[in-house]
């Protein structure tokens, strides 16, 4: 199983951004997918997450009305447009996927390998 991450970059304040996930190996419609970010020296953070099935949506509080995540499962793919980008947006954004659904990090059992997001002031 693999998902890769892509879309990260260096973005001034107000900016936009879209990250990707594909993922490969894995029946990718049976699959909750989650992005979670970390700025080193905190823990792991929830960022947005997408149910398998009905493709519910849900958010940490400091990116309603400026994230929006979306699947396309003819693609594989799972993606996080980022709008009004802040400088406390930044961190590395990992994917994640995992069968139900949860907001706990641990619960999920794959994992993509981490993109950059760096937003200047």
């Known amino acids: 199983v693999q998902l890769q991450a892509s879309g990260g970059g260096l973005v001034q304040t107000g900016g936009s951004l879209r990250l990707s996930c594909t993922v490969s190996?894995?029946?990718?419609?049976?699959?909750?997918m989650t992005w979670f970010r970390r700025v080193p020296g905190k823990e792991l953070e929830f960022v947005a997450g997408i149910t398998s099935i009905t493709h519910n949506t849900y958010y940490t509080d400091s990116v309603k009305d400026r994230f929006t995540i979306s699947r396309d499962n003819a693609k594989n793919t799972v993606y996080l447009q980022m709008n009004s980008l802040k400088p406390e947006d930044t961190a590395v954004y990992y994917c994640?996927?995992?069968?139900?659904?949860?907001?706990?990090?641990?619960?999920?059992?794959?994992w993509g390998q981490g993109t950059q997001v760096t937003v200047s002031s």
């Open positions: 994640a996927a995992r069968q139900g659904w949860g907001y706990n990090s641990n619960s999920y059992d794959y």
């Open positions: 190996a894995l029946t990718f419609s049976d699959y909750a």
